[in-house]
C-alpha cells in the first residue's frame, strides 16, 4: 500500500428505484437536501479519491453533481436497463482515461442511497486496502457497501455477465476479501440501522429520519 495509489470513487445513480414507488427515491430528501446528494458531498469531501465518477441516467440526478470540485465529473448512463454492470463499466473505463501514476490503482463504487454513511467509515475501507483484494464493509457482522476492487479485478468487472454486479466478484473470490467491521449508531428505536443502511422503500427513509433526527 503506498500514499500515491490511485484511487478512484465512482458513485452508482442510475437504479430505477422499484420499491420507492413512482418517485425516484435519489431525489428524496433527507435532512434538508436530495439522497445522492449526500452521497456527492461527502466523497468530494475527502482528500483520498483521485478523481470521482457521478453515473447517472436522469438529468434530475445528474444535476445533483452540480457545483463540485473539478476531480468530479458527471458520467451519462445512457443505458440504465443493464443494471449495475453497466455504472460499473462507464466508471471504470472513466478512470482509465485518467492515465496511469506511480502506485496501485482501486475503484471504490458507492450506491448512493446510504445517507448515514460518513468520512469515518469511507476512510476505513481505504485505509484496509491491498493489491490483489477486495475490501467490504460490514457492520454487526452485515456486509454492506461501498466496496472497494483492487485493480486486479478490472477486467472481471468490465466482464460482468446480465444481472451480476461486484457481489458476484466476492462469491467467485472470498479468499481474497477483506472485511472492515463499522460501528454501529446506539438507535435504540431501530437497532437495525447502521451507516450502511441503503434506502429501499419509503418506509426505511422515514424510519431514518425519525430515529436520525438531531444526530451528528
Same mark, same amino acid.
Given at each position: 500500500m503506498s500514499s500515491v495509489d490511485r484511487i478512484y470513487a465512482i458513485l452508482m445513480a442510475s437504479g430505477f428505484s422499484r420499491r420507492f414507488g413512482e418517485a425516484d427515491k435519489l431525489l428524496a430528501v433527507f435532512r434538508g437536501k436530495p439522497l445522492a446528494r449526500h452521497t456527492v458531498d461527502l466523497v468530494c469531501g475527502l482528500d483520498c479519491f483521485t478523481r470521482i465518477f457521478f453515473v447517472a441516467a436522469k438529468d434530475p440526478v445528474r444535476a445533483l453533481a452540480g457545483g463540485g470540485p473539478e476531480r468530479l465529473r458527471v458520467i451519462r448512463n445512457r443505458h440504465p436497463e443493464r443494471g449495475r454492470r453497466e455504472s460499473i463499466r462507464l466508471g !471504470?473505463?472513466?478512470?482509465?482515461?485518467? %492515465?496511469?501514476?506511480?502506485?496501485?490503482?482501486?475503484?471504490?463504487?458507492?450506491?448512493?442511497?446510504?445517507?448515514?454513511l460518513d468520512a469515518a467509515a469511507v476512510s476505513a475501507i481505504v485505509e484496509a486496502r491491498r493489491p490483489g483484494r477486495i475490501v467490504r464493509p460490514c457492520c454487526r457482522g452485515e456486509p454492506g457497501n461501498p466496496v472497494l476492487f483492487s485493480a486486479a479485478f478490472r477486467d472481471e468487472l468490465l466482464a460482468l455477465g446480465e444481472g451480476e454486479q461486484g457481489r458476484d466478484l466476492i462469491r467467485r473470490h472470498p479468499?481474497? !476479501?477483506?472485511?472492515?467491521?463499522?460501528? %454501529?449508531?446506539?438507535f435504540s428505536e431501530a437497532p437495525s440501522l447502521s451507516p450502511l443502511t441503503d434506502i429501499d422503500d419509503p418506509r426505511t427513509l422515514s424510519l431514518l429520519e425519525g430515529t436520525a433526527s438531531g444526530r451528528p
Open positions: !471504470l473505463e472513466a478512470a482509465s482515461e485518467d %492515465g496511469r501514476g506511480p502506485g496501485e490503482a482501486y475503484y471504490m463504487f458507492f450506491p448512493c442511497d446510504q445517507p448515514l479468499e481474497r !476479501l477483506i472485511n472492515v467491521e463499522i460501528p %454501529g449508531p446506539a
